[in-house]
Every structure is written in structure tokens, then in C-alpha cells.
């Protein structure tokens, strides 16, 4: 499951701005608002840093702790929940184009892909790992659940994508089901 809902999360994310210009993908919907490009470089961002958590400080899950799978696989892709990123999630223009940040992220999603299928074949179950979620909001997550929520962020991004597009009335990059 976590492997499908990887691929299938960067296809539609990558579908969400693909053909957006990059002078397209620098327009902001309002003035406190994110552009396509720190959307993308938000993701890019947060993706690293959950890879990174995971491959560097994962520890053996507290028995305390509860399962939120069904949880984050319903309430991370959800807009209608509005949350604020974390300082250290924040865009700070360091890609200057989509396709330096998409290929950023492709890559960041390479790493959570190779390490998901290296647990696999070594039969370590994520559900017996935990890691400290860098959001305030998640607290300790198993790493099964850290990938659920990587997939559910990607989502999410690429709504707010389509929702940014649609605003502004860009219509380069229709994703492939996209429902708006």
C-alpha cells in the first residue's frame, strides 16, 4: 500500500504544474498566499526533511503509542483543514525554476521509495519504528505512518495547486483526475 499511494501521490502532484510556466508558477493568488513555485518548494522541503527523519532517527515505537493510520490517510490530503507550516517548512525561494524544484523532489521521493522497498526486503515492519514529526500537530508517528503522510502531503500540495491555478485561471497542468 505505501509504495502505491507514493507513486500514485507524485504522479498527481507532478500532473498538478506540469506545462505551468515559470512566470505562471511565481503568481500568487493574493498577497499572503503561496505561489505554485514555494508550494513546490514547501514539499520539496518537508519531503527531504521526513526522509531524513526517517533514515537517521528512527527508534523502536513507544508501545503507548496510538495508530493514526486511518486518520492521516483521511486528514492530510483534506483542504478544507487549513494548517500553517512550520518555520523550518516554510518557502524561502531557494529554487528559481519548477523544474529545479520538481526534479528536488523527485528526487526526495526516489529516497522514501528506496527506503520503503529496502524495509521490505529486509522485513522491517514500519509499524514497529517511530520518528518525531517535525509538524506540532503529528507528535511521534510510526514510520508506516510517516509515509502515509508524506503520500497524503503530496496530495494535498497538488489540490492546492489545482486551487491556486484555477484562481488565477492557468490552465497548464490539469492533473489526470483532477476533480477541480
Same mark, same amino acid.
Not at 494548517?83 to 518555520?87: A, N
Not at 497548464?172 to 492533473?175: L, P, T, V
Given at each position: 500500500m505505501l509504495l502505491r499511494l507514493l507513486h500514485a501521490s507524485? *504522479?498527481?502532484?507532478?500532473?498538478s504544474f506540469a506545462g505551468v !510556466? &515559470?512566470? &505562471?508558477s511565481q503568481r500568487k493568488? !493574493?498577497?499572503t498566499s503561496w505561489c505554485i513555485l514555494e508550494t513546490v518548494e514547501h514539499l520539496t522541503k518537508a519531503e527531504s526533511n521526513m526522509v531524513r527523519l526517517m533514515t537517521e532517527t528512527r527508534r523502536p515505537k513507544s508501545a503507548d503509542l496510538p495508530n493514526r493510520e486511518q486518520a492521516f490517510l483521511k486528514m492530510v490530503p483534506d483542504r478544507s483543514m487549513k494548517?500553517?507550516?512550520? *518555520?523550518s517548512g516554510r518557502p524561502t525561494g531557494r529554487f528559481a525554476s519548477l523544474t529545479e524544484a520538481s526534479a528536488q523532489f523527485n528526487s526526495s521521493r526516489d529516497q522514501a521509495i528506496q527506503f520503503v522497498e529496502k524495509c521490505a526486503d529486509c522485513g522491517e515492519d514500519l509499524r514497529a519504528t517511530e520518528?518525531?514529526?517535525p509538524h506540532p500537530l503529528a507528535g511521534n508517528v510510526s514510520c508506516y505512518e510517516m509515509v502515509i503522510i508524506m503520500a497524503g502531503h503530496a496530495e494535498?500540495?497538488?489540490l492546492q495547486? *489545482?486551487?491556486i491555478k484555477k484562481t488565477l485561471g492557468i490552465t497548464?497542468?490539469?492533473?489526470a483526475g483532477s476533480q477541480g
Open positions: 507524485r *504522479e498527481h502532484f507532478l500532473g !510556466s &515559470d512566470a &505562471d493568488p !493574493s498577497a494548517m500553517q507550516s512550520p *518555520e520518528v518525531t514529526h494535498r500540495h497538488a495547486i *489545482e486551487e497548464a497542468g490539469m492533473a
